[in-house]
């Protein structure tokens, strides 16, 4: 199965750190979002592109297990892969590594399903997704 992984780069600004310096956890939650984003526009699945075709994806789950800090002026690796799935949903992994150290700062998934704008639910792909993944999986 072709593996859609995309790497970016963060730099921690000092708005993002606690009192006392280290990168506050709510923080990395923003992260995972800078990997989608890059992720998506790298594959021609962003954001702007859900909604063209009249549709959002909120996140329903995400997991973060943290392993090391980040600190202020710190630049971090998120990279972020995308999990296939026959359901109508998007699954992604993150592993987010200090590019300093070389040290894992937080593994984490993620898991969004897909809402029309009139915020009903989905339960299989809606056509524009489905012509996605044949781009890639057929």
Do not use: C
Not at 39 to 46: D, L, R, V, Y
Not at 49 to 67: A, E, L, R, T, W
Not at 68 to 79: G, M, Q, R, Y
């Amino acid at each position: 199965m072709l593996e859609l992984i995309d790497e970016t780069i963060i730099k921690v600004r000092f708005s993002e750190v606690d009192s006392v310096g280290f990168v506050w956890h709510g923080n990395y939650v923003k992260y995972l979002e800078d990997g989608r984003e890059s992720w998506g526009e790298k594959f021609g699945f962003s954001y702007m592109d859900m909604y063209k075709n009249n549709f959002v994806s909120p996140i329903v789950k995400i997991d973060i297990d943290y392993k090391s800090p980040l600190k202020h002026d710190d630049t971090a690796k998120i990279i972020t892969k995308y999990i296939y799935s026959k359901a109508a949903k998007l699954e992604f992994s993150y592993t987010i590594i200090n590019e300093k150290t070389h040290k894992i700062v937080a593994q984490a998934t993620s898991t969004q399903v897909f809402i029309d704008l009139s915020e009903n639910l989905f339960l299989t792909d809606p056509e524009f997704v489905e012509n996605w993944k044949k781009k890639y999986y057929l």
